[in-house]
């Protein structure tokens, strides 16, 4: 059966630890509200790989953030979010509750790894700092465990590195250093925040192997985020594309590739160099991300949209399943398939409202 | 490259650096129109005496000829670097000029410590303040603040503070306030202060609940004596941390190691003391070795306009009264301490930035 509730994939098997319904986080300007994450819903079982992929400005590292309740004013989290974490309601700690999940619970990677790591203190001193802090683990104990985590990345001499500052670490050993660190921390979902767009592509692939050896160790839950489709095939079980602060389509890897429905996605995929090695001039989408600053009414991608029809500009699409047999939904006025054009708008407009007003209709 | 030897290396370089600055001394001021004999005798000396004077200053020879410019030039140099800074010519006739520089230099001292010591007390503080609240009123007050401190020049704050603080001043009662010192003028309680070494001795020891504690009085008197001072010659100086301070704090606050550690669970509180604090030195470290400049050579007009008699007084007055030997000195001093200073600067550069090294650019 065809569901069509805007949250039906995002917990198939009732057992995530992370799991975001209806997320929405606005920056304040004097002049407008960006909405830079606009009601989002996902969730995240220990042992699996959520990807979030989507241009630069698409509200990716927003979506990150908000979770690690790291938005600083003017941005803000909206009272109707909800985001639990191993059964804790997130957005309703204070800041002192909310310190003591990040690191032992929810822990993240930044994008450039020299300047994730402070300059002024060695590498141990950063690690055995998260040891201390998340485990209570001090002293020379500190500094043992410390060593294995270098080696657990594969950091070679871990004794003797543990005694340098970051500047003495090549950018893919720091990535590696910056993940050792995390790893001090123990947490249950890692939130990856473009890991690896600051390094070369031989390394890229080796922080993602690493990666993925260490989730198969610990259970670890990661949500991965990048504009990287080659490192998203590579390393997520499930992958949810965002556009303007909303996921437009939602579906496991091979599924995803195989068949994209959502215009964006298949534009994401055409525009990957080497995919259509006839072609003269590379494949792009015209245009940019617009800044989402009004409540949705219409698809935010129909300006740039090649199948765009003049109803995409009134009617703000909702997420239905487009296949029978994986877990796969959309935000697309061409969708359900097989009705007609008149239909489907009707679907989506009846729909519209219940999602406006928050979504979370569990 | 290890410690010791890049400090030898720098001594060494220091060397030139120092010739330099003697011989441009040097030239400026014998090459000017700076005559001693007529300085120390007036218009009205006798031939005779200008000769018997030429010959004891040195620059005529007992036999009549003058002694050569070169050869003038090479005995400075041996007494220079020998610390043989020789006796006054002008203002105090045949005293050596090392008991004159060492008589006024607590005065200088004291005045230096505290005008480095509120400045680093009260900028630091505000414009760390200032930089964890920015866009704040509090911001807005401490670095408007800043920009009006930094901007009023020295000699002219001198001038007003000393005036409203004597003489009719708004705050005339400063003189008598508590503890009653001078506000303008060299005070004798300096000498208070450094002849009674044990806290105990001298002055009255003051009794608290039965409990004798040490005498703080002629410290809070030398204190306050200075404060006025201290304060004027710090004040650019504390405006510019102010300024710093904030912009170092912003700068770190923003960085993605501090979004680091707030992801590693570290407090906020640990966050400021340990992971921004220390970067926010970085930047403020030139600006607080700067100040200590003004320990030894920052505060000639500060004492002329309080009437203190210190280094900077006494620089003033061999200038006006032709005296070379003591010019010279101070300048050779001063010369001195701007080489160690600036070595001792980069050297405290690779203990709190660890991305310095010692490793010179000539290997």
């Known amino acids: 059966m065809q569901s069509t509730t805007p949250t039906a994939d995002d917990d198939p098997r009732g057992e995530s630890i992370l799991s975001i319904r209806n997320l929405q986080t606005v920056f304040r300007t004097d002049h407008e509200h960006i909405r830079a994450v606009d009601g989002i819903s996902l969730s995240i079982s220990p042992g699996e790989t959520l990807g979030i992929v989507g241009e630069s400005g698409s509200g990716k590292s927003v979506t990150a953030r908000s979770i690690m309740g790291l938005v600083d004013a003017p941005g803000e989290v909206l009272p109707e979010s909800s985001i639990v974490f191993d059964g804790t309601e997130l957005t309703e700690l204070s800041a002192d509750q909310y310190q003591e999940v990040r690191g032992s619970g929810v822990g993240m990677i930044f994008q450039d790894p020299l300047k994730s790591l402070n300059p002024v203190y060695t590498v141990g001193n950063q690690i055995r700092e998260a040891l201390r802090i998340n485990r209570g683990i001090t002293g020379q104990e500190a500094t043992d465990v410390a060593i294995d985590l270098l080696e657990d990345v594969a950091i070679p001499d871990p004794e003797r590195r543990l005694d340098e500052y970051p500047n003495e670490f090549s950018g893919g050993m720091r990535q590696r250093a910056v993940i050792a660190m995390m790893l001090a921390c123990d947490p249950d979902v890692l939130i990856c925040d473009e890991p690896t767009t600051a390094l070369d592509v031989t390394i890229q692939a080796q922080i993602v192997e690493l990666l993925q050896d260490i989730q198969a160790e610990r259970d670890l839950a990661i949500l991965f985020i990048t504009h990287d489709m080659g490192v998203i095939a590579e390393i997520s079980d499930r992958v949810n594309v965002m556009y303007a602060g909303e996921f437009v389509e939602k579906a496991p890897v091979e599924e995803l590739f195989a068949n994209p429905k959502h215009p964006y996605t298949q534009g994401l995929l055409d525009a990957i160099p080497g995919t259509s090695v006839d072609d003269e001039r590379l494949n792009t989408i015209e245009g940019d991300v617009p800044t989402p600053n009004q409540p949705a009414t219409d698809c935010r991608f129909a300006p740039r949209c090649p199948k765009a029809f003049e109803d995409c500009t009134e009617v703000h699409p909702t997420h239905v399943s487009v296949s029978d047999t994986h877990d796969h939904s959309t935000a697309c006025l061409l969708y359900p398939e097989g009705k007609s054009r008149t239909e489907r708008v009707e679907h989506h407009r009846s729909q519209a409202p219940a999602d406006t007003q928050g979504g979370a209709q569990e | ?363």
Do not use: C
């Open chain 2, 1 to 363: 490259m290890n410690r010791p030897l890049y400090i030898a290396k720098r001594l060494l370089l220091g060397v030139p650096v120092l010739l330099f600055g003697l011989t441009l001394t040097f030239l400026i001021l014998y090459l000017g129109p700076i005559d001693p004999v007529l300085a120390i005798l007036g218009k009205d000396a006798t031939p005779t005496a200008a000769r018997n004077l030429e010959i004891s200053l040195g620059i005529r020879y007992p036999n009549g000829s003058l002694v050569p410019l070169w050869v003038q030039y090479k005995n400075f140099l041996v007494n220079m670097v020998t610390f043989d800074f020789g006796t006054s010519w002008a203002i105090a006739r045949d005293q050596p000029v090392a008991a004159m520089i060492v008589g006024r230099l607590p005065a200088t001292i004291w005045l230096g410590f505290w005008s480095v010591l509120v400045a680093l007390f009260v900028g630091i503080p505000v414009g760390l303040y200032a930089g964890l609240n920015s866009n704040s009123w509090s911001d807005y007050a401490a670095s408007f603040g800043g920009i009006v401190w930094r901007a009023m020049p020295n000699f002219w704050l001198a001038v007003m503070l000393s005036g409203l603080l004597t003489a009719g001043g708004v705050l005339d009662g400063y003189g008598d306030f508590l503890i009653k010192t001078d506000v303008v003028g060299t005070s004798n309680a300096l000498q208070h202060l450094f002849s009674g070494i044990d806290p105990f001795a001298g002055v009255p020891v003051l009794e608290f609940f039965w409990i004798p504690v040490p005498n703080l009085g002629p410290m809070a008197e030398a204190f306050k004596w200075i404060l006025p001072a201290a304060l004027v010659l710090g004040s650019s100086s504390m405006g510019n941390e102010v300024r710093i301070g904030r912009t170092a704090v912003l700068e770190s606050l923003r960085s993605e190691y501090v979004d680091t550690a707030k992801a590693k669970g570290v407090s906020p509180r640990r966050i400021i003391v340990k992971h921004i604090g220390r970067n926010a030195v970085i930047p403020l470290l030139p600006v607080i070795m700067g100040e200590f400049y003004l320990l030894i050579g920052g505060s000639v007009l500060v004492e002329k306009v309080f009437s203190i008699n210190g280094i900077g007084n006494l620089f003033i007055r061999a200038a006006f009264n032709s005296d070379i030997p003591v010019m010279m000195s101070l300048v050779f001093i001063f010369i001195l301490m701007q080489i160690l200073f600036n070595l001792l600067q980069d050297v405290l550069y690779t203990y709190i930035d660890p991305r310095i090294t010692l490793s010179d650019t000539t290997e």
